[in-house]
């Protein structure tokens, strides 16, 4: 059987942000609800591909960090380098 290319985008990977941070980063292929992109502040639609991230490492445990994620456009997750969240 194949490997799916789609699949393998969603497994959890880890990404070192501009703050020196280490992330957990999922791509997903679209949701149920909307969500708010703290890059730009705009909606994320349902059924829109995505990111999702939090910091690796949380000083209130793995549930904290958990509860701290964030869904992001692509684009604004890829550009959170050259320009500050807006949220």
Do not use: F, N
Not at 10 to 22: M, S, Y
Not at 57 to 82: I, K, S, T, V, Y
Request: proline share 9%.
């Amino acid at each position: 059987m194949p490997l799916d290319p789609d699949r393998l985008r969603a497994l959890p990977r880890t990404e070192t942000g501009p703050d020196g941070e280490d992330y957990t980063v999922r791509q997903v292929r679209g949701s149920e609800k909307s969500y708010r992109c703290p890059g730009c502040d705009q909606l994320i639609p349902p059924g829109t591909a995505h990111v999702v991230a939090w910091r690796t490492e949380h000083l209130l445990g793995q549930q904290a960090a958990m509860d701290d994620r964030r869904h992001w456009h692509r684009a604004c997750w890829q550009a959170r380098g050259r320009r500050r969240p807006v949220r």
